[in-house]
């Protein structure tokens, strides 16, 4: 309908009844004061706002609304054009107590929203002026807007962002659970901005109408100081602008933001043009905030109210309320004047408003409050609705936050107010559980010491933080406070975070428990923070004391014993521990897993321990070379539904470890990466999610994606907590430089590596080793390579003649293979292999280079070995001149690449490094003897997908050794092969080869 210019209501009825026809309805003229009303109430209005609004303009936006549509409707039916003032399709209706000013920059705002154009706005004044009002309006007028309200403690707000823009559930805590009161301010700064950038990413993309922000005048993360990225302290407004206003400048979703100050901005705003300060109530605008608030309300009352308020929207709201309630010594808003109420109902209903609201839960939806009253909002009366306001889309929140508390602690022993709150908070825990909300039910029966139900709830994260840190606080009787002590030291042992300061204290309250079976438990924890640090032999006597009566406990030492085992090299002694921990869980089983349910927060605790002793006793296979044994049990875990994300995770790490190992690349990468991925969003701990990052960047590598190797162990080398953490991924690093070409920065990885191995040998003695070990033999890798003048990337060639580099690299390998301890272990038989196989290439032609290559031949431990050994001796006897025997090895390599893809449970293995090296061999072997096979063995090579990223590398290699026979024509057909394109071409006869001098050797 037209509206041309505004009128009065009582204007707007005279026309309209002007234009009506005569007819009259239900006993009354149609359009009369009478008829109005009762068709009001027959729409659920109230007849009485009628006189109201036409006479004296009050009522409620609701009610103006109501009576809006009514007469359109009469308007249309008599073919008129109505005017209306305050129209319920403007946008500034749905606030009538909004000032003249706040309106201008909401309309300013809303306009270039709807124009399209990239709104920015920024508020900034002092509490009590109003901005909660402004940002009210404007989210009614943009349904489906992003609200943040920074205030306090951020990291529930930031939470119920996250959830909004449908970001990880564990996004925030796995950041806030980082910060750490011992770890430099410029750590937390940047953990900080990691968080905040990723909330930034997910704002950028939304397509919410727009972002509603607000920042108050003090706050915390995570329990830690708001801090920038540097590490300097943070007012809420600063921590606001460089965090998410600074980086959302240029996106295009609009931002309306209101902050308490703007002494730590900038004073050049950008694209957000100059802070917009919203000054304090005139009269006029206080008297509207008391008339649209109780517009029954006589003129003098609201005359006093306006008058004591102050001009302070914070201090009106609860002189309002207070009007509004109608009892006497209203005149001040200390709460010694605070009146006594005899309303039960109405006690009641503050009850019920202060349970539900707090500082942390500022907002409920309506069906959620609904549920807490016993009934809905609606079927209340208007007087206890007026203690609560609009928060956008079915969601209210109080309109003075502290006013039922201050109004209830009046009542003294006129009202049993514990019992009545604790009824309500009841309600509110089943209520949240409902909604599947459990840390808001967590919070409840926190906030009512509704004992038996925080036993009940499943606390896991953020929520059981908090409820730790309340545990610390409250008067919380010490059988709970033991069991929320025994669920947080669970959480953060799961993670691996056993240095957190809050582990610590629970671990110190279940030392001093009276209960002996808390006290192993919390000895058991102990020792496997003592595992985790690499002291194994002070874990193992701290795990030789009393192991008390709890099944579970004894479980739970019989693993970590196994863990020490395990790690000294000790596999049987690490399987016999396992048996014991079997044993223990199926008496746990037997006696109904009481115990457990103390320990974990579903009650799961002999199904989680059986998980981790499956987990342990698939490593020790592992480790033993038993893949028959381990892979079954890794692949089950890794998708059990009884197991735990993080568990889960652990069992795709090590699942991706040994695929890798058995020379099925393509599933090893895609387990690594799951492991990676889950790992970061189930909060493990740094040092964990680095290594499986370190080890997808080696697989990535040897599948020839080596700018993804890098950023994989780039992302590892940011995650590393400590020096030997960080050394791991040097030296996991440096085949990846040598095989980039980049000789400088691999001796510098490697030779930092060695230096913290050495280093770090008397704590953790055969780990230690084995690092130290690794690290020369890739350091001899980089001597190699340079020595051959060739990148260590496949087919690569061994060494043709000697210099000082080779022979440098030949020294390194022969200390490796002298120093490496005896026994079947993976990774020393693995080491073993390497390293012959490194001195074979390293060697020139001779029975010295053969005699290596057939040392690794008989060292290998498993197929896949086998097959990485044959090749070894093939490219070995070529370069001695003997394709004949290189081919016989090279059919041996062929039959052993099966065996592995079998005994990994594949069609055929995927190794796309190694299958490169075997058709340069077998090219080069059978070019002479059988040339037409030799071309269709490298046509193959060349068409096969898996091979792509290294066809270069293998048409390069046989181009180069064409043209060092004088074969240029063939040589030149390679350059123009069909599937190979231009950037691919330009790197042929670039390589030296295998057959470039072939000779006789005797």
């Not at 149609?30 to 109005?36: E, P």
């Not at 009590?128 to 349904?143: E, V």
């Not at 011992?182 to 939304?206: C, H, K, N, T, W």
């Not at 197991?643 to 895609?670: I, N, V």
Request: proline fraction near 7%; charged fraction near 25%.
């Amino acid at each position: 309908m037209t509206r041309s210019a505004p009128a009065s209501w009582s204007e707007a009825l005279t026309r309209l009844r002007a234009a009506l026809p005569a007819q009259r309805e239900g006993g009354h003229q149609v359009g009369s004061l009478r008829w109005l009303e009762k068709e009001i109430e027959r729409r659920g209005g109230r007849g009485a706002t009628v006189r109201n609004i036409i006479y004296r303009d009050l009522g409620t936006a609701e009610d103006k609304r109501r009576l809006a549509a009514l007469l359109d409707d009469l308007a249309r039916g008599a073919g008129m054009d109505l005017t209306l003032p305050d129209a319920p399709d403007r946008a500034a209706d749905s606030a009538p107590h909004l000032s003249l000013g706040k309106r201008r920059l909401y309309r300013r705002f809303l306009a270039e929203v709807r124009r399209g154009k990239r709104a920015r706005m920024l508020l900034v004044a002092q509490p009590g002026a109003g901005k909660t009002i402004l940002l009210d309006t404007a989210a009614q007028a943009l349904p489906g807007s992003l609200r943040l309200r920074l205030e306090g403690e951020f990291a529930p707000a930031l939470e119920r962002l996250a959830a909004a823009l449908e970001l990880p559930a564990g996004l925030v805590p796995h950041w806030t659970g980082r910060l750490d009161p011992r770890a430099p301010f410029a750590v937390s700064g940047e953990i900080q901005r990691e968080l905040s950038r990723q909330l930034v990413m997910a704002l950028a993309a939304s397509e919410a109408p727009a972002l509603l922000l607000r920042a108050g005048t003090h706050g915390t993360l995570g329990g830690e100081p708001l801090r920038l990225p540097g590490g300097a302290l943070a007012s809420p407004a600063a921590w606001t602008w460089h965090h998410l206003l600074l980086p959302l400048a240029e996106q295009g979703l609009p931002i309306l933001a209101a902050l308490s100050d703007a002494q730590d901005l900038p004073a050049d705003l950008g694209v957000y043009g100059e802070a917009q300060p919203l000054p304090r109530p005139s009269l006029a605008d206080a008297r509207k905030f008391v008339r649209a608030k109780l517009p029954h309300l006589p003129p003098p009352e609201v005359e006093r109210v306006v008058r004591q308020s102050g001009r302070d929207y914070d201090v009106l709201s609860l002189l309002t309320l207070l009007a509004g309630v109608g009892a006497p010594g209203a005149d001040s808003a200390a709460d010694d004047t605070l009146p006594p109420l005899s309303d039960a109902a109405l006690l009641d209903f503050l009850a019920a408003l202060d349970v539900t609201f707090s500082a942390e839960y500022p907002e409920a939806n309506l069906e959620f409050f609904g549920a807490v009253l016993g009934g809905p909002l609606e079927e209340r009366r208007e007087l206890e609705r007026a203690f609560l306001e609009g928060a956008g889309e079915g969601r209210v929140r109080p309109t003075r936050p502290d006013l039922a508390p201050r109004l209830l602690a009046r009542q003294g022993d006129a009202y049993s107010l514990r019992e009545r709150q604790a009824t309500f908070a009841r309600r509110a825990v089943r209520a949240a559980r409902a909604q599947g909300d459990p840390a808001r039910a967590l919070h409840h029966a926190l906030r009512g010491e509704l004992w038996d139900e925080v036993l009940d709830l499943p606390a896991t994260g953020t929520a059981l933080e908090t409820a730790w840190q309340a545990a610390q606080t409250q008067a919380v009787p010490a059988e709970v406070a033991e069991v929320l002590a025994r669920q947080l030291a669970a959480e953060y042992a799961q993670r691996g975070s056993y240095g957190h300061p809050a582990m610590q204290a629970a671990l110190e309250l279940l030392a001093a428990s009276a209960d002996a079976d808390a006290r192993a438990w919390a000895a058991v924890k102990r020792a496997e923070a003592l595992i985790d640090g690499g002291h194994y032999a002070q874990a193992a006597r701290l795990l030789a004391g009393p192991s008390g009566h709890d099944p579970l406990t004894c479980a739970e030492r019989a693993l970590s014993q196994a863990a020490v085992a395990r790690w000294e090299g000790q596999l049987d002694l690490a399987l016999s521990h396992l048996d014991k921990a079997d044993a223990a869980l199926q008496g746990a089983r037997a006696g109904g897993d009481a115990a457990g349910a103390a320990a974990t927060p579903a009650g799961r605790g002999a199904a989680a321990l059986a998980v981790k002793a499956r987990l342990w006793r698939a490593l020790c296979s592992k480790d033993r070379g038993d893949w028959a044994a381990g892979l079954p049990l890794l692949r089950s875990l890794r998708a059990d539904p009884d197991a735990a994300p993080l568990q889960q995770a652990r069992a795709a790490y090590q699942l991706g470890d040994a695929l890798s190992r058995l020379g099925q690349q393509g599933q090893a990468e895609m387990a690594l990466s799951q492991a990676a991925h889950v790992l970061r969003a189930s909060q493990a701990a740094p040092e964990e999610e680095a290594r499986a990052w370190a080890r997808l960047g080696t697989v990535r590598r040897r599948r020839g994606d080596l700018a993804g190797a890098e950023v994989a162990l780039d992302q590892a080398a940011a995650l590393a907590p400590d020096a030997f953490t960080l050394a791991r991924i040097r030296s996991e690093a440096v085949p990846l430089y040598v095989a980039q070409g980049r000789y400088d920065r691999a001796l510098a990885a490697g030779h930092q590596a060695w230096e913290v191995f050495a280093r770090a040998g008397s704590e953790r003695p055969s780990e230690t080793l084995y690092r130290r070990l690794r690290a020369e033999c890739r350091l001899a890798l980089v001597y190699l390579a340079r020595g051959v003048g060739q990148p260590y990337r496949p087919p690569f060639s061994g060494a043709t003649h000697d210099c000082a580099d080779l022979h440098h690299a030949r020294t390194l390998l022969r200390r490796v293979q002298a120093d490496i301890p005896p026994g079947t272990e993976e990774r020393l038989t693995s080491l073993r292999l390497d390293t012959a196989l490194a001195l074979a290439l390293s060697t020139p032609p001779g029975p010295e280079a053969r005699a290596h290559a057939q040392a690794a031949v008989r060292g290998a431990a498993h197929p896949y070995q086998a097959a990485q050994a044959w090749l070894g001796l093939a490219e070995t006897e070529l370069r001695c001149g003997q394709p004949d025997a290189a081919l016989a090895e090279l059919n041996r390599a062929h039959l052993a690449a099966r065996l592995s893809a079998r005994l990994a449970g594949a069609a055929e293995w995927d190794e796309p490094a190694l299958d490169t090296w075997l058709a340069a061999l077998e090219f080069a072997a059978s070019l002479d003897a059988a040339p037409a096979l030799a071309w269709d063995g490298l046509n193959l090579a060349l068409a096969r997908p898996a091979l792509q990223r290294f066809h270069p590398e293998l048409a390069g290699w046989a181009a180069g050794g064409l043209s060092a026979r004088g074969k240029h024509a063939q040589a030149a057909r390679l350059g123009q092969h069909p599937l190979l394109t231009p950037a691919d071409a330009a790197m042929l006869g670039c390589r030296p080869s295998t057959f470039s001098c072939p000779k006789e050797t005797p």
